[in-house]
């Protein structure tokens, strides 16, 4: 198995990284679901947003960065 460091320097600054992921997805006012797959390279996390009847959009965000700040851009369509 793949040994993966840590992102965070510390608790605290991991708890202020999910709070403000939080904060980034329910700005968008959209219904999302967060789910979690074991794959190859361990736990992915994915968020499943939007239009049901859409045609589904994978979008990849950059490393270490949110997610949720990518999806804002897709909140207008």
Do not use: C, W
Not at 2 to 17: P, T
Not at 42 to 61: A, M, N, R, S, Y
Request: aromatic share 14%.
């Amino acid at each position: 198995m793949i040994q993966v460091s840590q992102v965070y320097r510390s608790k605290n600054g991991k708890s202020a990284s999910y709070s403000l992921y939080d904060q980034q997805v329910e700005a968008l006012e959209l219904p999302y679901q967060d789910m979690f797959l074991e794959t190859s390279f361990g736990k992915t996390h994915l968020i499943e947003l939007g239009k049901p009847d859409g045609k589904p959009l994978l979008v990849f965000h950059g490393g270490n960065t949110s997610s949720a700040y990518n999806l804002h851009q897709f909140k207008f369509y």
